[in-house]
């Protein structure tokens, strides 16, 4: 019988793999593709973005209201350092980018390399390429685990299996189902960190533009969230950073089927006041120009012609007109077109685009300090299995490693 199986070889089960071995702990790590760390392999292009010196609680979030005030547990201005300092122990010396930290290497296969090394150089043991069906706790208090390609008995298991997002870098969401079976509560999932859909006339011509601007999730006519940034247009609808760490609001309010809309404030550093100012100031020094070139000031082209022509907020504008030829009432549209454009969204990405999952086991059935189940003793749970997902900027692997490491000293 073994001592340890531990689900999963990414990011959260190689950390605690990692820290069993070290207290001599005979442990396997089972992981379904052909390596472990496949998802690690694409993080932040492939550079690997594993943590951010800037961390507070409200980096994270969860679906289950209740257990919003347990992420300040895991969450604090150590956090970083910490993980810093553990990686430069594996040999792999930092560098950072605007808070955000990499491999100095910036390539992601060293970090991988350096994890796995790590773990087997103790006596960790890892088998790829084989598919655990099932775990199930014994009357004794031991567990077995079922794969593809045998039957495993072992004194504690480790659900490292991550959520349903990247199915095809193996987090497929299987790790839900063995969680519900040991006898666990799962919250509603739903894709996080993607880009979302809309509807509207004339949006296909914006693929490929990009601008500044502020976004706000309105969930059933309220604002649960706004981001600013560089916000991506898409033929389907829109993407970039901003927009991902709003996308859990709008999959959870279409779960729930509540009219979500995305407000787009594409001129923030301007008030609509200070915007009609402006643009009543260049009717006197350049009122020769056409409204859209005068617009293209201060946006893209494309998406100053789509205010001006398909937008439905600017109304019998020609945007060939001079800027002079126009009344304060039309510069008053054209401002409030700028800082006001609503997007009714259809949908989000699949899990298949999506970096994360929002939802999972809430933290209230595991031991903050462990990661062990409070149901089913000898199981541990960690990394995006629970129900916590992190915003863009490497907040989501520093779960994972936090969440690693308390299993794995506490096995």
């Known amino acids: 019988m073994l001592e340890v199986i531990i689900v999963g070889g990414g990011a959260s089960g190689l950390?605690?793999?990692?820290?069993?071995?070290?207290?001599?702990k005979q442990c396997l790590i089972i992981e379904q593709k052909e390596k472990v760390g496949k998802k690690l392999y694409a993080t932040g292009n492939g550079k690997c973005n594993f943590a951010n010196r800037v961390v507070e609680k409200s980096c994270y979030h969860t679906v289950s209201s209740e257990d919003?005030?347990?992420?300040?547990?895991?969450?604090?201005?150590?956090?970083?350092?910490?993980?810093?300092q553990y990686f430069l122990e594996l040999g792999i010396p930092v560098y950072e980018r605007q808070g955000y930290l990499y491999p100095?290497?910036?390539?992601?296969?060293?970090v991988v390399r350096a994890l796995e090394d790590a773990f087997t150089a103790k006596g960790g043991k890892i088998h790829c390429d084989e598919s655990v069906q099932y775990v199930k706790a014994n009357s004794d208090g031991t567990f077995c685990v079922g794969t593809d390609k045998s039957i495993y008995e072992t004194k504690q298991v480790v659900l490292a299996t991550g959520g349903a997002a990247s199915p095809k870098l193996g987090s497929d969401g299987r790790g839900y189902s063995f969680a519900k079976s040991l006898g666990h509560t799962v919250?509603?999932?739903?894709?996080?960190?993607?880009?979302?859909k809309c509807k509207a006339a004339g949006w296909n011509r914006l693929q490929g533009v990009r601008a500044k601007g502020r976004v706000e999730a309105w969930?059933?006519?309220?604002?649960?969230?706004?981001?600013?940034?560089?916000?991506?247009?898409?033929?389907?609808?829109?993407?970039?950073?901003?927009v991902f760490n709003l996308s859990r609001y709008a999959a959870l309010g279409l779960l729930e089927n509540k009219k979500v809309v995305f407000r787009l404030d594409l001129l923030p550093d301007y008030s609509e006041n200070?915007?009609?100012s402006l643009l009543q100031n260049m009717q006197k020094t350049c009122g020769y120009q056409s409204i859209c070139h005068v617009l293209s000031g201060f946006l893209p082209d494309k998406l100053a012609v789509y205010l001006l022509k398909d937008s439905r907020i600017v109304n019998d504008i020609n945007d060939s007109l001079s800027i002079k030829a126009l009344s304060i009432s039309q510069l008053q549209q054209i401002a409030s077109a700028c800082k006001g454009l609503s997007l009714k969204i259809t949908e989000t990405n699949s899990f298949e685009q999506a970096q994360v999952t929002a939802g999972g086991v809430p933290l209230k059935e595991i031991n903050p300090d462990t990661m062990e189940s409070k149901k089913v003793p000898g199981c541990y749970l960690v990394g995006e299995l629970l129900d916590v997902d992190g915003i863009c900027g490497g907040y989501n692997l520093m779960w994972a490693w936090e969440t690693g490491r308390r299993a794995g000293q506490n096995l």
């Open 104 to 110: 100095r290497s910036e390539q992601a296969a060293i």
């Open 68 to 84: 919003a005030n347990r992420i300040g547990s895991f969450v604090n201005d150590q956090l970083c350092k910490e993980i810093e």
């Open 219 to 242: 969930i059933g006519n309220k604002k649960l969230a706004e981001d600013v940034g560089e916000i991506q247009f898409t033929q389907y609808g829109i993407s970039g950073i901003v």
């Open 274 to 276: 200070e915007l009609v």
């Open 15 to 24: 950390l605690c793999g990692i820290e069993s071995v070290k207290r001599g």
């Open 187 to 196: 919250t509603p999932c739903v894709p996080s960190l993607c880009g979302v």
